[in-house]
C-alpha cells in the first residue's frame, strides 16, 4: 500500500508543466467553497480549459465556514492537487477518465487569516466569485462588522470584501466582480445581491459604495446540473494501490454535466467554457433551462419513488433496470410529461435520455428513501403542473400520472409511531416516511377516517384529494379520484 501523498512531486512529465504555471498565474477567480461538487465542476472545467490554452488565469480558494478548515489544510498540504474520476455511461457505454486538478493557486483559511483573505480583494487582476455554500449558507444573518475579526456568513463576507475593494480601487467603475453562484436556489443571483445590499444597509456603508456595487457588479442567476459523488470509500484504497499515492480529497462525478447562465454570450471571454467543450449555456432566460429539469429529472425521480419504495425498491437503478417500472418511468416521461411542457419536443425528448442514462449509472447509488423526503412537497412542484394542465383542459389525467399521484398517497398511509410516522409497503415491510408534520398528520388522519367509516377506495380518493396540502380541491378534476381510486383499490 502507497504511503505518499499526492503532491506537486508526484506529478507526470505532462502534468509537470501545468502546476507551476498554476503557481505563477494571477488569482481571476475567487472560489467560495472548498467542498466536492465545486471542486468535480467548476475546477475541472477551469482547469481543461487552461490545460487548453484557453484561460490563464488561477484560482483561490476558500472554506464558506469554520468547519471546512480541514479540508482546506489538507488542500494546501496537496499542492492545492486532487484527483477526480469521472466515471458513469456515455452513449451507453461505461467510462471511466481520472484527472489531476490542478487550479489553486491559494488556499485561503479566512477565519484564520482574515486580512489575507479580504487584501486580495486589492487585486486588480480578480474578475469572478464563484461559490457553493449549500442553500443555507445563501442567506442574511443579522451581524455586526468588527475591524479585524472575521465575517461568518457568505453573503457578509462579501459585503465587506467588495467594501475593500471599493476603497482600495477608488471606486473604479470597471473594477468591479462577476459573482457566479452555484446554490441550488431560483434567482440565486438576485439572492446573493440582496443579501450583500443588506449588510451595506445594515453597517451603514457609503450610499456612493452601494451604487458602486448596484452598477459595477454583476450577480449573475445560474443553473447547475451534475451529480458529484465524492470521495469513494469502496474503491479508493484500491485506487492508490495502482496509482502510487494517496489522496484524501480524491473526488468522483458522473460524466453528465450542465451549466446555465442568465447572462449574454460575450461573457464567454471572461469563462471560456464553452470554447472549451463544456455543455455551458448563456442565455437571457433560465426559466425553461429550470423548468426542464424540475418536471423531467426532478420529475422523474418523484414520479417512481412512492410506488417503487411500496413495491421493495430501494434504489433509482433497480427501478429503472426493471422492465415494467423501468418502461413505466420512460413512458410517463414521454408520452404524459413533456407534452404538458412548453418547449420544444425533440429537444426535451433527446434531454430525457440523459436522464434515463444518468439513472443507470452502476456508480451511483441514489437510494429511494433520501429522495422521498419531503415527497408532498416535491410533488406539487414537480408532477402536478403537468397533471393540472390535463386537468385544466378538461381532459382525463393520463393513467401514468394518476397512478403516481395514487402512489404517492398510498405512501403516505401511516401512523404515528413515537416521533416517527410509519408506513408499510404492499408486502408488508416497514418503512419511516419523512414529510412535514403537518402534511403527515393530514394523511394519517385522513386514511384514519376513512377506514373508520369504511369508506370504498374511490371514496377514499376523493376525501385525500381534498385534503388542504394540495392547495385546491383536486378531487374536481376531470376523472381523477376514480382513475386514483382504482389504484387504492389495486393495492389493498
Given at each position: 500500500?502507497?504511503?505518499?501523498?499526492?503532491?506537486?512531486?508526484?506529478?507526470?512529465?505532462?502534468?509537470?508543466?501545468?502546476?507551476?504555471?498554476?503557481?505563477?498565474?494571477?488569482?481571476?477567480?475567487?472560489?467560495?467553497?472548498?467542498?466536492?461538487?465545486?471542486?468535480?465542476?467548476?475546477?475541472?472545467?477551469?482547469?481543461?480549459?487552461?490545460?487548453?490554452?484557453?484561460?490563464?488565469?488561477?484560482?483561490?480558494?476558500?472554506?464558506?465556514?469554520?468547519?471546512?478548515?480541514?479540508?482546506?489544510?489538507?488542500?494546501?498540504?496537496?499542492?492545492?492537487?486532487?484527483?477526480?474520476?469521472?466515471?458513469?455511461?456515455?452513449?451507453?457505454?461505461?467510462?471511466?477518465?481520472?484527472?489531476?486538478?490542478?487550479?489553486?493557486?491559494?488556499?485561503?483559511?479566512?477565519?484564520?487569516?482574515?486580512?489575507?483573505?479580504?487584501?486580495?480583494?486589492?487585486?486588480?487582476?480578480?474578475?469572478?466569485?464563484?461559490?457553493?455554500?449549500?442553500?443555507?449558507?445563501?442567506?442574511?444573518?443579522?451581524?455586526?462588522?468588527?475591524?479585524?475579526?472575521?465575517?461568518?456568513?457568505?453573503?457578509?463576507?462579501?459585503?465587506?470584501?467588495?467594501?475593500?475593494?471599493?476603497?482600495?480601487?477608488?471606486?473604479?467603475?470597471?473594477?468591479?466582480?462577476?459573482?457566479?453562484?452555484?446554490?441550488?436556489?431560483?434567482?440565486?443571483?438576485?439572492?446573493?445581491?440582496?443579501?450583500?445590499?443588506?449588510?451595506?444597509?445594515?453597517?451603514?456603508?457609503?450610499?456612493?459604495?452601494?451604487?458602486?456595487?448596484?452598477?459595477?457588479?454583476?450577480?449573475?442567476?445560474?443553473?447547475?446540473?451534475?451529480?458529484?459523488?465524492?470521495?469513494?470509500?469502496?474503491?479508493?484504497?484500491?485506487?492508490?494501490?495502482?496509482?502510487?499515492?494517496?489522496?484524501?480529497?480524491?473526488?468522483?462525478?458522473?460524466?453528465?454535466?450542465?451549466?446555465?447562465?442568465?447572462?449574454?454570450?460575450?461573457?464567454?471571454?471572461?469563462?471560456?467554457?464553452?470554447?472549451?467543450?463544456?455543455?455551458?449555456?448563456w442565455t437571457d432566460d433560465l426559466k425553461p433551462y429550470q423548468q426542464r429539469k424540475v418536471r423531467i429529472?426532478?420529475?422523474?425521480?418523484?414520479?417512481?419513488?412512492?410506488?417503487?419504495?411500496?413495491?421493495?425498491?430501494?434504489?433509482?437503478?433497480?427501478?429503472?433496470?426493471?422492465?415494467?417500472?423501468?418502461?413505466?418511468?420512460?413512458?410517463?416521461?414521454?408520452?404524459?410529461?413533456?407534452?404538458?411542457?412548453?418547449?420544444?419536443?425533440?429537444?426535451?425528448?433527446?434531454?430525457?435520455?440523459?436522464?434515463?442514462?444518468?439513472?443507470?449509472?452502476?456508480?451511483?447509488?441514489?437510494?429511494?428513501?433520501?429522495?422521498?423526503?419531503?415527497?408532498?412537497?416535491?410533488?406539487?412542484?414537480?408532477?402536478?403542473?403537468?397533471?393540472?394542465?390535463?386537468?385544466?383542459?378538461?381532459?382525463?389525467?393520463?393513467?401514468?400520472?394518476?397512478?403516481?399521484?395514487?402512489?404517492?398517497?398510498?405512501?403516505?398511509?401511516?401512523?404515528?409511531?413515537?416521533?416517527?410516522?410509519?408506513?408499510?409497503?404492499?408486502?408488508?415491510?416497514?418503512?419511516?416516511?419523512?414529510?412535514?408534520?403537518?402534511?403527515?398528520?393530514?394523511?394519517?388522519?385522513?386514511?384514519?377516517?376513512?377506514?373508520?367509516?369504511?369508506?370504498?377506495?374511490?371514496?377514499?380518493?376523493?376525501?385525500?384529494?381534498?385534503?388542504?396540502?394540495?392547495?385546491?380541491?383536486?378531487?374536481?378534476?376531470?376523472?381523477?379520484?376514480?382513475?386514483?381510486?382504482?389504484?387504492?383499490?389495486?393495492?389493498?
Open positions: 500500500m502507497s504511503e505518499q501523498v499526492l503532491t506537486k512531486k508526484l506529478l507526470d512529465a505532462g502534468q509537470q508543466g501545468l502546476h507551476p504555471a498554476v503557481k505563477d498565474s494571477p488569482v481571476t477567480i475567487l472560489q467560495i467553497g472548498e467542498g466536492n461538487f465545486l471542486r468535480g465542476f467548476v475546477d475541472w472545467m477551469i482547469h481543461e480549459a487552461r490545460r487548453q490554452g484557453r484561460y490563464e488565469g488561477s484560482i483561490a480558494v476558500t472554506q464558506p465556514r469554520p468547519s471546512g478548515s480541514a479540508k482546506l489544510a489538507q488542500l494546501a498540504e496537496q499542492d492545492g492537487l486532487y484527483t477526480l474520476v469521472t466515471r458513469g455511461l456515455e452513449n451507453g457505454k461505461q467510462v471511466e477518465r481520472k484527472d489531476v486538478i490542478s487550479v489553486f493557486s491559494q488556499v485561503i483559511d479566512p477565519y484564520a487569516d482574515w486580512e489575507r483573505f479580504l487584501s486580495l480583494a486589492e487585486s486588480d487582476e480578480l474578475q469572478v466569485v464563484v461559490s457553493n455554500t449549500t442553500e443555507a449558507g445563501l442567506v442574511y444573518r443579522q451581524e455586526e462588522l468588527k475591524e479585524g475579526e472575521p465575517i461568518l456568513s457568505f453573503p457578509g463576507k462579501m459585503a465587506c470584501f467588495l467594501y475593500r475593494r471599493y476603497q482600495a480601487l477608488g471606486g473604479a467603475p470597471d473594477k468591479g466582480l462577476v459573482f457566479l453562484p452555484c446554490e441550488l436556489l431560483e434567482r440565486n443571483g438576485d439572492e446573493l445581491k440582496a443579501c450583500i445590499l443588506r449588510y451595506c444597509e445594515d453597517w451603514q456603508l457609503p450610499e456612493a459604495f452601494i451604487q458602486w456595487v448596484n452598477s459595477s457588479c454583476r450577480f449573475l442567476n445560474s443553473l447547475v446540473d451534475r451529480i458529484v459523488t465524492g470521495y469513494p470509500d469502496e474503491q479508493a484504497e484500491q485506487w492508490f494501490e495502482e496509482w502510487g499515492y494517496r489522496d484524501a480529497m480524491l473526488n468522483t462525478a458522473e460524466p453528465y454535466h450542465f451549466w446555465a447562465i442568465e447572462a449574454e454570450p460575450e461573457l464567454e471571454r471572461l469563462l471560456p467554457l464553452q470554447a472549451a467543450g463544456f455543455n455551458v449555456v429529472l426532478n420529475g422523474a425521480h418523484t414520479l417512481m419513488t412512492p410506488i417503487a419504495i411500496l413495491h421493495g425498491f430501494h434504489y433509482v437503478r433497480e427501478v429503472m433496470e426493471d422492465d415494467t417500472f423501468g418502461r413505466y418511468v420512460r413512458e410517463a416521461v414521454k408520452e404524459d410529461i413533456i407534452p404538458s411542457m412548453p418547449m420544444d419536443r425533440a429537444e426535451l425528448l433527446d434531454y430525457a435520455e440523459t436522464v434515463f442514462e444518468r439513472f443507470g449509472n452502476p456508480f451511483i447509488k441514489h437510494r429511494l428513501a433520501d429522495i422521498a423526503m419531503n415527497s408532498v412537497s416535491k410533488f406539487k412542484v414537480r408532477l402536478l403542473p403537468s397533471i393540472a394542465y390535463y386537468a385544466e383542459q378538461g381532459k382525463p389525467v393520463p393513467d401514468r400520472l394518476a397512478r403516481t399521484l395514487a402512489g404517492l398517497l398510498r405512501y403516505g398511509k401511516v401512523k404515528q409511531t413515537g416521533d416517527a410516522y410509519e408506513g408499510r409497503t404492499l408486502a408488508g415491510g416497514v418503512y419511516i416516511i419523512r414529510d412535514d408534520a403537518q402534511v403527515l398528520e393530514q394523511l394519517a388522519a385522513a386514511w384514519k377516517r376513512a377506514e373508520e367509516a369504511g369508506l370504498p377506495a374511490d371514496k377514499t380518493a376523493r376525501e385525500l384529494l381534498r385534503l388542504p396540502i394540495w392547495d385546491a380541491d383536486l378531487s374536481e378534476w376531470p376523472g381523477l379520484s376514480e382513475a386514483v381510486g382504482r389504484c387504492l383499490e389495486e393495492w389493498s
